[in-house]
Every structure is written in C-alpha cells, then in structure tokens.
Nanobody
Framework: VQLQASGGGLVQAGGSLRLSCAASGRTFGSYAMAWFRQAPGKEREFVSVISWSGGRTYYTDSVKGRFTISRDNAKNAVYLQMNSLKPEDTAVYYC????????????????WGQGTLVTVSS
C-alpha cells in the first residue's frame, strides 16, 4: 500500500488542523493505520492508531482529548483532527500502515507515507 499525507501547515497555538492520509490499494480496509510525528532532533514518536474497522483507537497521553483519529475505508483515507494545538506539537507528521493493530513503535509498521509538516507558533 502507498500512503500520502497532507494537511500540514502553520497554525497559532490553540488552533486546529486536520491531516489526511490517502492510501492506494484495494486492501486498505485490512490495515491498521497510525500517525507518528518527529520533531527536529528527536526520535519519531507514536501519536495514534486506528483499527481496520475504525472501532478501536488509541492515543499517546500527550494528545488525548485534543486529537481524534478517524478513517473512511470507502475513500481509502485516514484523518487526524488536531485541536488545541500547542507549540510542542510542532513536528513532521507521518501516516503508517500495518496489518497488525496496536503497535506503538515505528518498527511495528511496514508502510509509510512521506511526512507533512505541522508548525504551531506561540
């Protein structure tokens, strides 16, 4: 599966952005989808994951209550709605896919999209 993330940009603290990840392939519904992010000088970190059906989601503590992951299997897309953004959310955001749900490390994902930059100004 090929993934392409979009939707990043510059936003003020407290603002919102919605990231999208478009996937190719007819088996999109078979994959768990995740978002990771990587800030300058830091390792790539897990943000959120959603199961094949969308019925299960999981978030890292720092984004709980602010970010929402969702997917539309008919459109082969996964989304990350980011509200109440903070300067520490500034990073390149990546979408990733794997057939196994629940991994919270980058090593748990086989397919990756290119990143989209999110910059939150204070």
């Amino acid at each position: 599966v090929q993934l392409q993330a979009s939707g990043g940009g510059l936003v003020q603290a407290g603002g919102s952005l919605r990231l999208s990840c478009a996937a190719s392939g007819r088996t999109f519904g078979s994959y768990a989808m995740a978002w990771f992010r990587q800030a300058p000088g830091k390792e790539r970190e897990f943000v959120s994951v959603i199961s094949w059906s969308g019925g299960r989601t999981y978030y890292t503590d720092s984004v709980k209550g602010r970010f929402t992951i969702s997917r539309d299997n008919a459109k082969n897309a996964v989304y990350l709605q980011m509200n109440s953004l903070k300067p520490e959310d500034t990073a390149v955001y990546y979408c990733a896919a794997d057939t196994v749900y629940g991994a919270v490390t980058a090593q748990g994902y086989t397919y990756w999209g290119q990143g989209t930059l999110v910059t939150v100004s204070s």
